[in-house]
């Protein structure tokens, strides 16, 4: 590809095109989800979840301020919990909102 005048001038580059051309993966990316069963995260933790975990819809929540170790773990990861199913015992996580 030759010199662009109007690029050059306009202050537009072949980075930024290729940039935009990523935009649709950025998006699919950030649409993701991931179902986890309890049993899944207790190997990955390597331990056992606590009882609350399994009994109080709350011990999931997504607010950072409350200084759980476990809410920091997905948020400080970009992700949040979208939806727990105590019974099941499995949550959904998603691409936290910026």
Known sequence: MGYDTR???TGDSEED???AKYDKLTEWLNSRTV???FAE???IIEDKLPDA???HRPWWGNEKESGSRQCRSWLDAGW???KVDLKAKM???RKAQN
């Open 80 to 82: 949040e919990v979208g």
């Open 35 to 37: 179902v986890m069963t």
């Open 17 to 19: 095109d290729s940039m």
């Open 7 to 9: 690029r050059h001038l």
């Open 41 to 43: 995260i207790e190997k």
């Open 91 to 93: 949550v959904l996580f």
């Open 53 to 55: 975990a399994s009994k």
